[in-house]
């Protein structure tokens, strides 16, 4: 029987870890792994918290972004509230009125790098909206701050 290899990413096995890193669709209602989630952060952390490391490559980022914005949707399942990280993935998240056709009316949209810096707490949510880094529309936007951060990093 052959050994499973590992991604050195996400130390998931290699098959789920295509999967995520890829950028084709992935299931919607696939259950996101915290040790996956952990990982991914982590492989990116020194670019979150220092302006002067190296971006870290496509699939590092699409990642981290993936599994945080799907985490998001996980913790706080609903249809109120659209997140989007182009081009990496956009989620429907926390309870309330759903939306059916057309561009939701509870929009966050922002960078992978803007999107991990709120999703470990690095940067807070008021802040990001004032520095213009973040496109927000509709009044239950901001309440995915009940949810931050979903993997706590220090700086």
Known sequence: MPMAQYCPITEAPTGLCDAV???GPVPPHKKVDPAEVRAAVLAIRAWLT??????PSR???AAAVRTTARTLAQ???GNSVEVRVPPFVAVQCIE?????RGTPPNVVETTPRTWLLLATGLLDFDLAVAEG?????????????????????SS
Do not use: C
Request: glycine share 8%.
């Open 21 to 23: 890193m890829q950028d």
């Open 50 to 55: 220092d302006d002067d490391a190296p971006e």
């Open 59 to 61: 699939p590092e980022i």
């Open 75 to 77: 913790v706080a399942p």
């Open 96 to 100: 309330g009125p759903r939306h059916t």
């Open 133 to 153: 880094l973040l496109d927000v529309s509709g009044h239950r936007a901001g309440d995915i701050v009940d949810w931050l951060p979903i993997v706590p990093l």
